[in-house]
């Protein structure tokens, strides 16, 4: 069992930079692939970067390579999004999930834990 709490979301104008974080509490963590995702309203949840059980392997969504940063600290069960660059259509509510496998994914249906979302609104 995974619990994830994310955290570091917020109001942003465009142009600037936000760190979101995700706690992970369980056993496995540094065993589990990770993944960010966001939602905005009336849209599915979809891909934004997964990073593999040591960080060694990464990917990111077209919509935001080159700006986001997706990194993990397996000592303090961690990951990271860090996000550049904001534009308006960045808004949305971004969720952590956790795979119950070591190798990274893009697939939302392939993770097994998911946190509670934090809001990121981008100002244009």
């Known amino acids: 069992q995974v619990h994830l709490v994310e955290s570091g979301g917020g109001l942003v104008q465009a142009g600037g930079s936000l760190r979101l974080s995700c706690a992970a509490s369980?056993?496995?963590?540094?065993?589990?692939?990770m993944g960010w995702f966001r939602q905005a309203p009336g849209k599915e949840r979809e891909f934004v970067a997964t990073?593999?059980?040591?960080?060694?392997?990464?990917y990111y969504a077209d919509s935001v390579k080159g700006r986001f940063t997706i990194s993990r600290d397996n000592a303090k069960n961690t990951v990271y999004l860090q996000m550049n660059s904001l534009k308006s259509e960045d808004t949305a509510v971004y969720y952590c999930?956790?795979?119950?496998?070591?190798?990274?994914?893009?697939?939302?249906?392939?993770?097994?834990?998911w946190g509670q979302g934090t809001q990121v609104t981008v100002s244009s």
């Open positions: 999930g956790a795979r119950g496998y070591s190798g990274m994914s893009w697939r939302a249906v392939e993770y097994a834990y």
């Open positions: 990073i593999n059980w040591n960080g060694g392997s990464l």
């Open positions: 369980g056993r496995t963590f540094s065993k589990n692939a």
